[in-house]
């Protein structure tokens, strides 16, 4: 049988246009099922009990359940190749930590880009750290510091939670910017790098443990916090950038989904997660984790991740970093 050409064309055209219509369909529909929001650390730390939150906030808000799912390992790619990999119809999300920029350089070979891979959806929360130091340590304020540990350069010890971690990579930047030399001591997680500070086997440790009870009873100083200002839960303590312009590190997370998702499904989620960021009960939640609330479009959230693969790859690279 034959068809007459326009017939034809008129065929071909609206089968081109079927897969569009249906991707439309779907966004228009989303969710119609659960969604799975891949978390790349243990249940009960900060990444989980945030992915959680938003969880809840977005069941609550989209009638459809998000089921946290813990895929632990390698630094958190192991969660990231999983969300990169997946179908990209927004039912496979992915918690977007710290890491994801420093991994980009830390690790020679992934199986993913992350810039490449992973649509940005919208920004969660930002944390800075405290820089502490055990009492032995002579120094009350950064300048004091920086003096200290030039005149005895590779004395004094800094904690962190593992090579390459954030806290390791927060105080290798003070190290260049700071132009000194500390020999770096990781533990296998923030617990035990806090204890050997409290007991005086390191001297410094750039942290978000809660540290009020050992700073009064003086086991501990705070000399400064790392983010860009001051931050509004100890505000008598200086920022770094105060005495180091230009020094900002801190950590935050934000939620992100595979390459090519419907923008109609990322604006979707973006707008219900930018309300639950103006929500008073999750914004004081978030203030009890130790940070302040990243709402912004997934541009934001985007450039964010762009400038901090940049800033992490010049640390890594001076560094001399390798992951363990």
Same mark, same amino acid.
């Given at each position: /049988?034959?068809?007459? &050409? &326009?017939?034809?064309?008129?065929?071909?055209? #609206?089968?081109?246009?079927?897969? !569009?219509?249906? &991707?439309?369909?779907?966004?228009?529909?989303?969710?119609? &099922?659960?969604?799975?929001?891949?978390?790349?650390?243990?249940?009960?730390? +900060?990444?989980?009990?945030?992915?959680?939150?938003?969880?809840?906030?977005?069941?609550?808000?989209?009638?459809?359940?998000?089921?946290?799912?813990?895929?632990? %390992?390698?630094?958190?790619?192991?969660?990231?190749?999983?969300?990169?990999?997946?179908? *990209?119809?927004?039912?496979?999300?992915?918690?977007?930590?710290?890491?994801?920029?420093? $991994?980009?350089?830390?690790?020679?070979?992934?199986?993913?880009?992350?810039?490449?891979?992973?649509?940005?959806?919208?920004?969660?929360?930002?944390?800075?750290?405290?820089?502490?130091?055990?009492?032995?340590?002579?120094?009350?304020?950064?300048?004091?510091?920086?003096?200290?540990?030039?005149?005895?350069? %590779?004395?004094?010890? /800094?904690?962190?939670?593992?090579?390459?971690?954030?806290?390791?990579?927060?105080?290798?930047?003070?190290?260049?910017?700071? %132009?000194?030399? /500390?020999?770096?001591?990781?533990?296998?997680?923030?617990?035990?790098?806090?204890?050997?500070?409290?007991?005086?086997?390191?001297?410094?440790?750039?942290? $978000?443990?809660?540290?009020?009870?050992?700073?009064?009873?003086?086991?501990?100083?705070?000399?400064?916090?790392?983010?860009? +200002?001051?931050?509004? *839960?100890?505000?008598?303590?200086?920022?770094?950038?105060?005495?180091?312009? %230009?020094?900002?590190?801190?950590?935050?997370?934000?939620?992100?989904?595979?390459?090519?998702?419907?923008?109609?499904?990322?604006?979707?989620?973006?707008?219900?997660?930018? *309300?639950?960021?103006?929500?008073?009960?999750? +914004?004081?939640?978030?203030?009890?984790? #130790?940070?302040?609330?990243?709402?912004?479009?997934?541009?934001?959230?985007?450039?964010?991740?762009?400038?901090?693969?940049?800033?992490?790859?010049?640390? !890594?690279?001076?560094?001399?970093?390798?992951?363990?």
């Amino acid at each position: /049988m034959k068809f007459p &050409r &326009r017939h034809f064309l008129r065929l071909a055209a #609206g089968a081109a246009a079927l897969p !569009v219509t249906v &991707r439309i369909a779907s966004a228009q529909a989303y969710p119609s &099922r659960p969604v799975r929001l891949i978390v790349g650390f243990a249940a009960g730390g +900060t990444p989980d009990i945030l992915a959680r939150l938003i969880g809840q906030w977005l069941s609550e808000r989209l009638g459809q359940q998000f089921v946290i799912e813990n895929r632990t %390992g390698a630094g958190g790619n192991i969660a990231i190749e999983t969300v990169a990999n997946a179908p *990209a119809d927004g039912y496979t999300l992915l918690l977007v930590p710290t890491a994801a920029a420093i $991994n980009a350089t830390l690790y020679d070979k992934l199986n993913y880009n992350f810039i490449r891979d992973i649509s940005p959806v919208a920004g969660i929360i930002r944390s800075p750290q405290i820089m502490l130091v055990n009492s032995s340590v002579p120094a009350r304020s950064v300048p004091e510091f920086i003096a200290y540990a030039k005149a005895n350069p %590779g004395r004094l010890s /800094m904690a962190s939670a593992g090579t390459g971690s954030g806290p390791h990579l927060i105080g290798e930047l003070f190290k260049m910017m700071a %132009g000194i030399d /500390m020999v770096h001591v990781p533990y296998r997680g923030a617990s035990p790098a806090f204890a050997d500070l409290i007991g005086g086997r390191v001297h410094v440790l750039f942290t $978000n443990t809660p540290a009020n009870e050992h700073i009064q009873a003086g086991r501990l100083r705070a000399l400064a916090v790392t983010g860009a +200002t001051r931050w509004e *839960a100890l505000p008598d303590v200086p920022s770094v950038g105060e005495f180091l312009p %230009g020094y900002e590190a801190s950590a935050w997370f934000g939620i992100g989904a595979p390459k090519s998702t419907p923008g109609e499904i990322v604006g979707t989620l973006n707008e219900t997660i930018n *309300a639950g960021l103006s929500d008073p009960k999750v +914004t004081a939640r978030l203030a009890e984790l #130790g940070g302040t609330v990243l709402t912004g479009s997934p541009a934001d959230l985007g450039k964010l991740i762009a400038d901090e693969t940049e800033k992490w790859r010049k640390v !890594v690279k001076f560094a001399g970093i390798k992951p363990e």
